[in-house]
């Protein structure tokens, strides 16, 4: 069982910064898909960013240029730098696990953050 711990969250003013932070415990790190979604009021949840075992990541085009997605090397924490934030990036962030082994798929999500920018 994969257990995710979000920190980080809070509330800022536009072209300000915050950084996510999500670690997780238990599973096979090194098969990790992680990454991070958001989901605002009234809308529903999208991806932000994701980062495969290997580091390679890719981005929802809303925020590209501003945010970026990284891990640590043995995998298991993962962290978002929103930098230049904007009032429509206010959301819950969720952090997600994504793995497959012997051929069953597992996903986890993390309790959620609130991330609020005022203009």
């Known amino acids: 069982q994969v257990q995710l711990v979000e920190s980080g969250g809070g509330l800022v003013q536009a072209g300000e910064s915050l950084r996510l932070s999500c670690a997780a415990s238990?599973?096979?790190?090194?098969?990790?898909?992680m990454g991070w979604y958001r989901q605002a009021p009234g809308k529903e949840r999208e991806v932000v960013a994701t980062?495969?075992?290997?580091?390679?990541?890719n981005y929802a085009d809303s925020v590209k240029g501003r945010f970026t997605i990284s891990r640590e090397r043995r995998g298991n924490t993962v962290y978002l730098q929103m930098n230049s934030l904007k009032p429509e990036d206010t959301a819950i962030y969720y952090c997600?696990?994504?793995?497959?082994?012997?051929?069953?798929?597992?996903?986890?999500w993390g309790q959620g953050t609130q991330v609020t920018v005022s203009s």
């Open positions: 997600n696990v994504f793995y497959t082994s012997w051929g069953r798929n597992y996903e986890y």
């Open positions: 238990g599973g096979p790190f090194g098969l990790y898909l």
């Open positions: 980062i495969t075992s290997d580091s390679t990541a």
